[in-house]
């Protein structure tokens, strides 16, 4: 799991996200969450970058269905399930 606040910055990093990505907490807390992930469609295109419609319809409190994407990890693009919610501090 892993968070990331209103800028789309990661805020944490647990040991299963650096497990399943290969990819240290040190190396992406503080960063952008498409930097982190690189998370792409089914078919190669972008879907992570600044104002990605996730991230939008998070901010707005809308559900979003959780998407398969092909995320970055440390030997190379890996189809991911990724839940999505809101947490509101």
Do not use: Y
Not at 29 to 55: N, P, T
Not at 60 to 72: D, Q
């Amino acid at each position: 799991m892993f968070t990331f606040d209103a800028r789309q910055r990661i805020r944490s990093w647990n040991k299963g996200a650096e497990e399943t990505t290969g990819i240290s907490a040190d190396e992406v807390v503080g960063r952008h969450c498409w930097e982190a992930l690189c998370g792409r469609d089914q078919v190669g295109g972008s879907v992570c970058h600044a104002g990605c419609s996730f991230h939008r319809l998070l901010r707005e409190s809308w559900p979003v269905a959780p998407p398969t994407l092909l995320v970055r990890t440390s030997t190379g693009p890996r189809r991911m399930h990724v839940p999505m919610a809101t947490l509101r501090a």
